[in-house]
């Protein structure tokens, strides 16, 4: 089969939430997409299939990589790129693999699957290397078909399925910096330009203020709104939050979370899951521990030791 010039190929599908299931013929997926500051996007979305599937639809060109995170062994099956059969070894559970979405590569799969793919477009990539000193790449090195031992990345999935799989007001946060610490590893591993981090560097006053003011007033708000707010990419800004306050914008925002519900807890009789609603916990379970490792106690016991 003969391979077609890159500018006639069919732009199609994207491989990430609904569409990239539509290919193997799943329903909506787990998913969460980041979209950057320079309108870049991001993705990470899980699949799961419990019964073989066929030979999987075409998404046609998309300039982007694919780095999936195995988590059950697949022995039995076959994969393509451009039409062309690729020689795989077994896909391993806890190893991450590369998939080139330039060449249409497509799978059939004689078993069930999970997997965690986090969607890495190129112009996304070379935005993040530019926006850490860093020069463009073209490629993700690897080899079709074949997996390497990546800790960084299983550790990832592993945390992106957790948060997928648990939702609540600063799920959203905890993703997007997923995704960018995916980015960044992926240039740094795979990349095929050396990538290199500035001098870290804190936020102005007034930026340190208005982000923290934006955090306080909104239970959900994203890294990128965050970013834009201060005026700068969400790399810079998430590293120079980081700098100046010692955590990052998600564990500032549990912390605060946590504070508001001291309040609650010293100076008024409203439940637990009355004061975990108000302060944007997902349940009482979730302030309970949320609670008890910023505080040390738990919430009842605060209650009963610092109530006025």
Not at 16 to 33: I, K, N, R
Not at 110 to 139: I, K, M
């Amino acid at each position: 089969m003969s391979e077609l010039p890159e500018a006639s190929r069919p732009r199609g599908a994207h491989a990430y939430g609904t569409e990239f299931a539509d290919c193997f013929g799943m329903p909506e997926p787990p998913t969460h997409v980041h979209r950057t500051l320079r309108r870049g996007l991001l993705a990470v979305t899980e699949l799961r299939f419990d019964q073989p599937i066929e030979q999987s639809a075409s998404l046609g060109y998309d300039d982007a990589f694919l780095a999936s995170v195995f988590l059950k062994d697949i022995t039995d099956h076959e994969c393509w790129y451009n039409g062309r059969p690729v020689q795989v070894e077994s896909w391993d559970a806890g190893k991450t693999y590369i998939f080139d979405l330039r060449q249409d590569p497509r799978a059939l799969v004689r078993g069930p699957s999970h997997v965690v793919h986090f969607y890495l477009p190129l112009a996304t990539l070379n935005s993040f290397a530019e926006q850490n000193d860093s020069g463009a790449v073209s490629e993700l090195v690897h080899k079709p078909g074949i997996g390497g031992d990546d800790g960084v990345m299983r550790h990832l999935a592993r945390a992106g399925l957790a948060a997928l799989g648990d939702p609540h007001a600063t799920t959203s946060l905890l993703l997007d910096e997923l995704l960018n610490a995916a980015c960044a590893h992926a240039l740094g591993r795979y990349g095929s330009a050396r990538f290199l981090f500035p001098r870290a560097a804190g936020l102005a006053q007034w930026q340190e203020r208005r982000a923290k003011d934006m955090m306080s007033e909104r239970m959900d708000v994203s890294l990128s709104e965050l970013a834009q707010e201060c005026g700068l990419s969400i790399t810079q800004f998430a590293r120079a939050f980081r700098y100046s306050t010692g955590m990052s914008p998600h564990r500032w925002l549990i912390a605060q979370r946590v504070s508001v519900a001291k309040n609650f807890l010293e100076q008024s009789n409203l439940t637990l899951t009355e004061i975990a609603t108000l302060c944007g916990f997902s349940s009482q379970s979730h302030l309970n521990a949320a609670f008890k490792q910023h505080a040390g106690l738990s919430p009842g016991r605060w209650r009963r030791t610092f109530k006025s």
